[in-house]
């Protein structure tokens, strides 16, 4: 049976680039492996090869999920090529070794070794597609298709290695389509109304709304200073803004028809994510009072901020999990991106995030995750999934 870091480097080396998004030789590598310490399972495949894999009990108290669908990388600057999979005695290294190769190979080497030692598992198991293109043929389709049925469910997400992940901000993707009155450039401002100049007095207005505070319980005050903490542990720098504040990213904008001509069209895609305290519905609403009439919205993704309950019995026992592997005492954080548990929490889950992962080079050139990391993890997996079985 392969170690976790031999795991990890076999799966990184299968290329799973989303765009496009074809999963199918991983998730056949990863059933493969289920199906041989007694794990049966099913596929599901998208037009482009996106492939989930999942066990065919989807009964258990506890979900492990994952996916297996990895961001592209250009092969210029890395150390190692960025599908070679390279193990030396720290690390191993490669695009998806932190995310989140890693944290599914964790999942699978807990899995085997719960098994092998006898133990009741009362866990089901869903590796997917897609999570880095949105989730529409991963972990949304088997919601959608109603093979997965709300549980607790730990997902393997990269995370700082003492403090699990409950919760997200929320967000709010949209379109703006601005339109004006053309004329000849050599009148405006006197005449015409351009389209561009619209789209820029609107994102002077949006640049106001990160100044904006919002209101929090004291237990929601306490789980953000803490990930604050967390957060600048890591990267540095003060976080109280990124978890208080609206973000937003006016991520393309595009529009007019050439120099001399008062613009007549002008598009902006804006991604907004929105803290606990103020609902995409009432941000979307202001947002509307403050476009001209003449404009159009089109959203494509809303969402409130999540937070599993920090008092579940999921948090509590992946926090005492941790903790004991760790000889700390372990509180959760919440953090400002999304992954497929926002969804999962949509659709009735209770999700937590936990997985092994050197956040830095998430992303980016030369990724890489600790073979002691990805062993820690498999154990803190065992632990959490042994507590389950405690429990039926």
Partial sequence: MMNTAQLCSEMVKIKTENPPGDTRDCAEFAGAFLESIGIPVSYTTGPAGQTNVYSKNQSGALLLLGHIDVVPAIADGWEYPPYSGEIDETYVHGRGATDMKGGCAALLSALAETQDRGVEVPVSVALVCDEEGGGKWGARHL??????????????????????????????????????????????????????????????????????????????????????????????????????????????????????????????????????????????SEIEL???????????????????????????????CVGDAYGISCSPMVQWAASDARALRLAGFRAIEYGPGELQTMHGINERVRIDQLNTAAGIYAAVIEKYGERV
Avoid at 205 to 226: E, G, V
Avoid at 290 to 316: E, G, N, R
């Fill in 143 to 284: 919601l959608a298709e109603k093979i997965l049925h709300p549980s607790d469910c730990l997902i393997a997400e990269p995370t700082p290695a003492h403090a699990p992940c409950i919760g997200q901000k929320g967000v709010l993707r949209y379109t703006v389509d601005f339109t004006g009155e053309p004329g000849h450039s050599s009148l405006y401002p006197q005449f015409g109304t351009s389209a561009v100049m619209q789209a820029a007095d609107f994102l002077a207005w949006i640049s106001t709304l990160h100044k904006r505070d919002y209101p929090q319980t004291p237990q929601m005050d306490a789980i953000i200073r803490h990930s604050c903490d967390v957060a600048q542990e890591i990267y540095g720098g003060d976080f109280s803004a990124v978890f208080r504040k609206v973000a937003y990213n006016p991520g393309l904008i595009e529009g007019g028809e050439r120099e001399n001509i008062v613009a007549q069209r002008c598009r902006l895609l804006m991604d907004m994510r929105l803290p606990w305290g103020v609902s995409h519905a009432e941000m979307q």
């Fill in 290 to 320: 403050h476009l001209p009439l003449t404009a159009s919205l089109t959203v494509k993704t809303a969402a409130d901020a999540s937070m599993t309950d920090p008092d579940s019995f999921l948090v509590k026992t992946v926090c005492g």
